[in-house]
Nanobody, 113 residues
Framework: QVQLVESGGGLVQAGGSLSLSCAAT??????MRWYRQAPGKQLEFIAL???????NYADSVKGRFTISRDNAKNTLNLQMSSLKPDDTAVYYC?????????WGQGTQVTVSS
């Protein structure tokens, strides 16, 4: 069983920066991902990082967001910069452990214009 606790988020002006973190407890954690869901929209993949540090990003955030992880501490991070109002959403961390997906509770990010 894996439990995820997210932190960070909040309100920021357009062009600003914000960091999110996700602390995971449990074993067998493999791929770690960030997703987001804006009001009235579907869940959107943001970025992923594998245990060996390989990353992949959605085109919408490429060059602005950086995903990272600390395997020793089982933490996942998302550094967001050059934020836009369109980045406003609830952000969720997601981890895969022993082929099971686990989700964080979500944290709100609001970008004002």
């Amino acid at each position: 069983q894996v439990q995820l606790v997210e932190s960070g988020g909040g309100l920021v002006q357009a062009g600003g920066s914000l960091s999110l973190s996700c602390a995971a407890t449990g074993r067998g954690i493999n791929v770690m991902r960030w997703y987001r869901q804006a009001p009235g929209k579907q869940l959107e993949f943001i970025a992923l990082v594998t245990r060996d540090g390989s990353t992949n990003y959605a085109d919408s955030v490429k060059g602005r967001f950086t995903i990272s992880r600390d395997n020793a501490k089982n933490t996942l991070n998302l550094q967001m910069s050059s934020l836009k109002p369109d980045d406003t959403a609830v952000y969720y961390c997601n981890v895969q452990a022993f082929d099971v997906n686990y989700w964080g509770q979500g944290t709100q990010v609001t970008v004002s214009s």
